[in-house]
Each structure stands twice: as structure tokens, then as C-alpha cells.
T-cell receptor
Framework: EAQVTQNPRYLITVTGKKLTVTCSQN?????MSWYRQDPGLGLRQIYY???????DKGDVPEGYKVSRKEKRNFPLILESPSPNQTSLYFC??????????FGSGTRLTVV | GENVEQHPSTLSVQEGDSAVIKCTYS??????FPWYKQELGKRPQLIID?????GEKKDQRIAVTLNKTAKHFSLHITETQPEDSAVYFC?????????FGKGTHLIIQP
């Protein structure tokens, strides 16, 4: 089954404690992206990757890092999380031919 | 970069009536326009999309229209049903992925 898998689904952490949210896709997509969703602000792009070892900033990259060492994985790293990063995060992969698929989301709370 | 505006932010319609959600985009290089439906607590799901070489596309009760000259596209839902209640997002795609509108909360009144 074609899918984008994110983990964990829920995470509560404390300010400053490094964390990683994983994202994996099994559709051999070159393009992957991370979004955060906040009430009234819609889905905003954090980082995206056009292929292995190719990453670029989206609209709200501050406080985040990503890596793309293999085609299927695109982890999101928060090296020193802060309360303003409390949000719902979605990973997506796809293209303009077949469309984009989203993961199930990760609800992050930073206290 | 691309900017996508979506209206209205909330839309309430009677069950059985039609609903229309409108979006505009700024980058004439955008050539792929998907629409996503997001139910509470779930991921956005693609419901229909249109490419810039097509003016209209229909799938049962859902249709999308695109006006490239005016840089706007719209989602039309006919004969609305309770299960259509959700948040709908439009998006415009360039080489670096999707830029989303802020969403429309569609409420179907019984």
C-alpha cells in the first residue's frame, strides 16, 4: 500500500530537549516536504527536498533542520524546541503528475 | 514566492444546496492546483486536482474550474451532504511543492 508514515503521532516534550520526527514514504518519490498546521494559518511549508542530499527552506524554517540521506526518509529535527513550535506537523511526498500524499500527522506540544 | 488566497474562511450551507470555494494565486508559473479535504484530527486528503492545460474537471458531485488569465480557481460541491462537512484547502504547485490557502471550514446544516 502506498503511504507516508510519520512517527510519533503524539509527542509532549520540554523546552530545549532535542527531538526528531520521522517520515518515510514507499512510493519512490523524489519530492518530500514538511508542513506545520496552526489554527487560522493553514498549512505552512517548513522545509522541502527535491531529491537525496537536496534540501531547501520553505516559508517557516527557523528552529528546524532536515536531512535527506536516503530517498524514502526525510526526518524533521528540532534541536532546541520552544513553546512556539507547538503545532500539528505533516510530512508529504509526491509530484505534480500523481499528486501529493500526506502522513497522518504529529501533534507536538512543547512545555 | 507563490501566494494563495482562499475565500471564504467559513461557509455554511443547507444540506442539498451547492457550495463554492474560491482561490487566487500569484505565480503564473504554477501549473497544478489540487484541493484537499481535512476532517477533524485527520490528514489532508486529495479530493480533486486540475492542471493548467484544462479549464474544468468534474468528479461526481465535485468540480473544479480554473481561469489562468485571472489566476483563480474554484471548487464546486453540488447536492451537499453531512459528510461534506470538513475544512477544505486549495493549493498551487510550482517546482518546490505546494503553497496552500488558509482553508475553508464548510458546515452543512441539516
Amino acid at each position: 500500500e502506498a503511504q507516508v508514515t510519520q512517527n510519533p503521532r503524539y509527542l509532549i516534550t520540554v523546552t530545549g530537549k532535542k527531538l526528531t520526527v520521522t517520515c518515510s514514504q514507499n512510493m519512490n518519490h523524489e519530492y518530500m516536504s514538511w508542513y506545520r498546521q496552526d489554527p487560522g494559518l493553514g498549512l505552512r511549508q517548513i522545509y522541502y527536498s527535491m531529491n537525496v542530499e537536496v534540501t531547501d527552506k520553505g516559508d517557516v524554517p527557523e528552529g528546524y533542520k532536515v536531512s535527506r540521506k536516503e530517498k524514502r526518509n526525510f526526518p524533521l529535527i528540532l534541536e532546541s524546541p520552544s513553546p512556539n513550535q507547538t503545532s500539528l506537523y505533516f510530512c508529504a511526498s509526491g509530484d505534480r503528475v500523481y499528486g501529493y500524499t500526506f502522513g497522518s500527522g504529529t501533534r507536538l506540544t512543547v512545555v | 514566492g507563490e501566494n494563495v488566497e482562499q475565500h471564504p474562511s467559513t461557509l455554511s450551507v443547507q444540506e442539498g444546496d451547492s457550495a463554492v470555494i474560491k482561490c487566487t494565486y500569484s505565480d503564473s508559473a504554477s501549473n497544478y492546483f489540487p484541493w484537499y479535504k481535512q476532517e477533524l484530527g485527520k490528514r489532508p486528503q486529495l479530493i480533486i486536482d486540475i492542471r493548467s492545460n484544462v479549464g474544468e474537471k468534474k468528479d461526481q458531485r465535485i468540480a473544479v474550474t480554473l481561469n489562468k488569465t485571472a489566476k483563480h480557481f474554484s471548487l464546486h460541491i453540488t447536492e451537499t451532504q453531512p459528510e461534506d462537512s470538513a475544512v477544505y484547502f486549495c493549493a498551487a504547485s510550482q517546482a518546490d511543492g505546494l503553497t496552500f490557502g488558509k482553508g475553508t471550514h464548510l458546515i452543512i446544516q441539516p
